[in-house]
């Protein structure tokens, strides 16, 4: 059960910090002005 917990946790993060990566590395031309 703890296990399975931290895994969903850590799971949740590494998504989390993948998309916030891909976020600050989008084109500058694609911010509204």
């Known amino acids: 059960m703890i296990f399975k ?3 969903l946790i850590f799971f ?3 998504v ?3 998309g ?3 976020y600050m590395n ?6 509204p002005a």
């Open 5 to 7: 917990k931290y895994k």
């Open 12 to 14: 949740i993060m590494a």
């Open 16 to 18: 989390f910090l993948i």
């Open 20 to 22: 916030l990566f891909l």
């Open 26 to 31: 989008r084109p500058i031309s694609h911010v």
